[in-house]
C-alpha cells in the first residue's frame, strides 16, 4: 500500500520563528490533507491540497504531485502552534485517508 | 468547529464486552469514515459508507462492523474488545466519495 513518510519527527521552536513540515509520498494521490490535532484529539482542517499552493494566513501548503511531496509552512509560530501535524492522502477515489506518523511541534514562549 | 459530533466523549469498558460508537455527520455530507488512532500514531483507516453501503474497509477484523443511516449518521461496533482496542476513534463525513474530510472530536475508548 502506499506509503507516507514525514519529517521532521519533532521540532522545537522559539515563538516567531518559522518552519517546514514536509510529507513525502510512495504514489500518486488523488486527495491530500493536512491537519493540526489539537491536545484533546480533534483534528483541524489546514488545507485539501492534492496540487498546488494556498494560503490561509500565516500557514501555506505547497503539494508537488509529479515528485511526489507536500510542504506545510508556518510563519511566525505561536505558542498556540503547538500540537501534532498530519498529513494524509487518499490514493484511491473515494477518500480513504492514509496517514503519516505526524510532526510533533512545541513552540516556547 | 466541524458539524461532526461523536458520542460518548468517553467510554471504559472490560475485555470480551461490546461498544457501540456514534456519529452525525455534517450537514449535506453523504460519507462518513472511521478510523482508530492507537497513541502516539496517526489515525488508521477503519471502513467508510457511502449513502447507507459499505465503501470499502481498512485491515481491521470482522469484529469491528459498521452501519450508515438514511440521515447518514453512522455507528460503529466491535465485539469482543480486546486490549488493544483502547484508543482515540474518529469519524470523518464528507460531501461526496472525493471530497475533503471533516473530522469529529473522537471517542476515547479505554479496555481494561
Known amino acids: 500500500g502506499i506509503q507516507v513518510e514525514q519529517s521532521p519527527p519533532d521540532l522545537i521552536l522559539q515563538e516567531g520563528a518559522n518552519s517546514t513540515l514536509r510529507c513525502n509520498f510512495s504514489?500518486?494521490?488523488?486527495?491530500l490533507q493536512w491537519f493540526h490535532q489539537n491536545p484533546w484529539g480533534q483534528l483541524i482542517n489546514l488545507f485539501y491540497?492534492?496540487?498546488g499552493t494556498k494560503q490561509n494566513g500565516r500557514l501555506s501548503a505547497t503539494t508537488v504531485a509529479t515528485e511526489r511531496y507536500s510542504l506545510l509552512y508556518i510563519s511566525s509560530s505561536q505558542t498556540t502552534d503547538s500540537g501534532v501535524y498530519f498529513c494524509?492522502?487518499?490514493?484511491?477515489?473515494?477518500?480513504?485517508?492514509?496517514f503519516g506518523a505526524g510532526t510533533i511541534l512545541r513552540v516556547k514562549s | 468547529e466541524t458539524g461532526v459530533t461523536q458520542s460518548p466523549t468517553h467510554l471504559i469498558k472490560t475485555r470480551g464486552q461490546q461498544v457501540t460508537l456514534r456519529c452525525s455527520s455534517q450537514?449535506?455530507?453523504?460519507?462518513v469514515s472511521w478510523y482508530q488512532q492507537a497513541l502516539g500514531q496517526g489515525p488508521q483507516f477503519i471502513f467508510q459508507?457511502?449513502?447507507?453501503?459499505?465503501?470499502g474497509r481498512g485491515n481491521f477484523p470482522p469484529r469491528f462492523s459498521g452501519l450508515q443511516f438514511p440521515n447518514y449518521s453512522s455507528e460503529l461496533n466491535v465485539n469482543a474488545l480486546e486490549l488493544d482496542d483502547s484508543a482515540l476513534y474518529l469519524c470523518?463525513?464528507?460531501?461526496?466519495?472525493?471530497?475533503?474530510?471533516?473530522f469529529g472530536p473522537g471517542t476515547r475508548l479505554t479496555v481494561t
Open positions: 470523518a463525513s464528507s460531501p461526496g466519495l472525493a471530497d475533503e474530510q471533516y
Open positions: 504514489d500518486s494521490v488523488n486527495n
Open positions: 491540497i492534492p496540487s
Open positions: 494524509a492522502v487518499d490514493m484511491e477515489y473515494g477518500n480513504k485517508l492514509v
Open positions: 450537514s449535506g455530507h453523504n460519507t
Open positions: 459508507y457511502y449513502r447507507e453501503e459499505e465503501n
